[in-house]
């Protein structure tokens, strides 16, 4: 429970702070938009790291984005806090940490953010906040959007995909495609390469064009890479290639999206394209893929199962297997660990939904 509740009150300068992943960014989106129709005239900027900044191009509901520094010595942050220094009327803390939490206090006049638990580690965050939240386990878009309880206006559950105008490689294909992501960040994430080659064989006998996506580092290029010349179909390669605003766009025009649990999935969904999510060790409750255009206050996913809800196929292994989602970075807890129940996630299930999905024949 928070320790107060805020009055209603008329912001003009907004700030929103958040030091997470990709995906987690998208995240804040309903409610950044939230607190856009809440005061259409405020300035509403988002301090964040550099390298989330692609997921937020072109959002409408953004003014600025300001970048934390990168691996500042402690005179920079300082200088850094100073230059933020009471320059919005409210900020807002979406991470419980104690970085987030000092700038949105040291921001504004009147601050927000969430505390950890046991609560006597965070004496000075609710001392200092004007209102706090402790973390539950529901969705990262319902929790973030409890913030709208504090502040008396409503909330509105819609992601705001990038923005950007039609990609050049949208034009140069010419006839129906899926989009493959298949190399996550992180290892304990990833399927395996045999399913990969599987799903391409099965796109190519339903006429649709291959697309490889990924990201930009060499590890993830050269798996993209050497699937592609494994591949039985012809594929296109885009890995390393596009913006996060021209691969949306990307994904926007295609018929369907296969991807494991990561921030480009979490695009996918924002976009409205089916989306057919791999989900391993992560808890579907907390991570999910927010459906299309999902507007109440209730959890869309469970803890466990395969699950549809809108234009999401949440896929997790169906073996009798307890530990599912278990939350942990792999079997072996470290990020470059591999997931039992990734490497038996059924080849066959994926199939099956891509049958019952290209079948439908429409947007859902």
């Given at each position: 429970m928070p320790n107060h509740l805020l009055n209603p009150l008329n912001f003009n300068r907004i700030l929103i702070v958040t030091q997470r992943y990709l995906g987690d960014?998208?995240?804040?989106?309903?409610?950044?938009?939230?607190l856009r129709v809440a005061y259409p005239l405020a300035t509403i900027d988002v301090l964040l790291p550099k390298a989330n900044s692609g997921i937020l191009q072109g959002n409408p509901d953004i003014n600025e984005l300001l970048f934390f520094p990168e691996k500042p010595s402690k005179f920079e942050f300082l200088t850094f806090l100073k230059s933020i220094y009471h320059q919005y009327d409210l900020a807002i803390s979406l991470q419980n940490s104690d970085r987030t939490s000092l700038c949105a206090i040291l921001a504004a006049k009147r601050s927000m953010g969430f505390v950890d638990v046991p609560l006597r580690k965070s004496w000075w965050k609710k001392l200092l906040f004007s209102a706090y939240l402790i973390p539950t386990e529901t969705h990262t878009v319902l929790e973030n959007l409890r913030f709208c309880q504090l502040l008396y206006i409503p909330a509105i559950s819609s992601l705001i995909a990038p923005q950007s105008l039609q990609s050049k490689q949208v034009a140069n294909i010419s006839c129906a495609y899926a989009v493959l992501h298949v190399m996550p960040q992180w290892r304990f994430k990833q399927w395996h390469q045999n399913g990969w080659l599987e799903v391409i064989e099965f796109l190519h006998q339903h006429n649709l064009q291959i697309v490889l996506s990924g990201g930009p580092t060499a590890e993830e290029m050269a798996f993209v890479k050497q699937l592609a010349a494994l591949a039985s179909a012809p594929v296109i390669n885009l890995a390393g290639v596009l913006s996060i605003p021209e691969l949306s766009e990307v994904i926007r025009q295609s018929t369907v999206f296969i991807g494991p649990d990561t921030g480009i999935t979490h695009l996918a969904s924002a976009t409205g394209t089916p989306c057919i999510a791999l989900f391993g060790p992560t808890n579907p409750e907390i991570w999910a893929p927010w459906p299309y255009d999902y507007q109440t206050d209730i959890n869309p996913f469970h803890k466990?199962?395969?699950?549809?809800?809108?234009?999401?196929?949440?896929?997790?292994?169906?073996?009798?297997?307890?530990?599912?989602?278990?939350?942990?970075e792999g079997c072996l807890k470290h990020r470059h660990s591999h997931s039992e129940c990734l490497d038996h996630l059924s080849v066959q299930l994926v199939l099956d939904t891509l049958n019952v999905l290209l079948q439908s024949d429409r947007r859902l």
């Open positions: 960014t998208l995240l804040t989106t309903a409610l950044i938009h939230s466990k199962g395969s699950q549809t809800i809108a234009n999401v196929y949440l896929l997790q292994d169906q073996t009798d297997r307890s530990c599912i989602p278990c939350q942990n």
